[in-house]
């Protein structure tokens, strides 16, 4: 099963420091209880919020700072795309796995897969157990979907205001954080379905 799915930035913003990412999305799939303790348990339903927000911000700093170590490593300079060209951006694209240890932030250990598209970045959290190269398929056609149909590439994406849209694509793609197993049929079904309405 997948923990969570988000988009954030990895590159330095002018409002942030060199160290922090911006959570531009976030989708947390099922209760992490096993990682709440006693204390934790009583805690409000805001309160409760903010700790999860707290995890999925580290889950975002480990992220941001893989990807910046990839980049440094490769000596390749990042070319910005212009809208239109996202299947480059995407096909450019760094990626890689970070293993997170159990109790940073998750109770158990876990797994994050991510997609560093110039100055975004794509990230899935999956339990131990799931199968990795799905997982990779599931990520690149969620952000081919979301750099094609919402523009993200171009100035002034409004990523927050189309939260919906992104919603309703996992919705599709990953539902209730569950990697689908697609033969050709249905996933060319699945597009025309995903295309159709991300289009209205």
Not at 51 to 77: D, F, M, N, Y
């Amino acid at each position: 099963m997948v923990r969570c799915f988000l988009i954030h930035t990895v590159c330095p913003v002018s409002a942030l420091s060199s160290a922090e990412s911006r959570i531009l999305y976030s989708r947390v799939f099922g209760p992490d209880e096993a990682a709440l303790t006693e204390q934790q348990r009583g805690l409000s339903a805001e309160q409760r919020r903010l700790l999860q927000r707290e995890k999925v911000a580290v889950v975002a700093r480990q992220v941001k700072s893989a990807v910046s170590l990839c980049r440094e490593a490769s000596g390749r300079a990042l070319v910005e795309a212009v809208p239109g060209e996202e299947a480059l951006a995407l096909q450019d694209a760094n990626s890689g796995v970070v293993r997170l240890r159990a109790g940073e932030p998750f109770s158990d250990e876990t797994s994050a897969l991510w997609l560093g598209v110039q100055s975004l970045g794509f990230t899935l959290v999956c339990e131990p157990h799931e199968n990795l190269l799905l997982a990779e398929g599931t990520l690149r056609g969620l952000t081919r979907h979301c750099l094609e149909h919402l523009h993200m590439l171009g100035q002034g994406s409004e990523v927050l205001l189309r939260s919906n849209r992104i919603d309703a694509l996992l919705s599709r793609l990953l539902p209730h954080g569950q990697l689908l197993f697609l033969n050709h049929r249905f996933a060319q079904s699945l597009e025309k379905e995903v295309t159709a309405y991300m289009a209205k």
